[in-house]
Nanobody, 122 residues
């Protein structure tokens, strides 16, 4: 079992920056690839970014490439999503998730955080 707790949401203006943290419980964190997804109101959950279990590979949705950076610190059982140049369309609930696969499909992720809201105003 892996429990995930996100932090770092908030209300920002367009162009601002924010960093999410996702802290994992347990001693098996380094086995898992970690993903970030977001879900805007009334829409389906969408892939944002993923990072392999030891952090050597990262993947991003086209909509966030060049603006978001995914990283992890396995010694601290924590994964981070640095978000920059925020846009109103980034407004959503953001979730971190753990999977044995580095994948963009939400169905491949077994463990999910509770989600944290980001609101970006224009």
């Amino acid at each position: 079992q892996v429990q995930l707790v996100e932090s770092g949401g908030g209300l920002l203006q367009a162009g601002g920056s924010l960093r999410f943290s996702c802290a994992a419980s347990g001693r098996t964190f380094r086995r898992y690839s970690m993903g970030w997804f977001h879900q805007a109101q009334g829409k389906e959950r969408e892939f944002v970014a993923a990072i392999s279990n030891i952090g050597t590979s990262t993947y991003y949705a086209d909509s966030v490439k060049g603006r978001f950076t995914n990283s992890r610190n396995n010694a601290k059982n924590t994964v981070y999503l640095q978000m920059g140049s925020l846009k109103p369309e980034d407004t959503a609930v953001y979730f971190c998730a753990a999977s044995l696969y580095t994948d963009s499909e939400a169905s491949k992720y077994n463990y999910w955080g509770q989600g944290t809201q980001v609101n970006v105003s224009s």
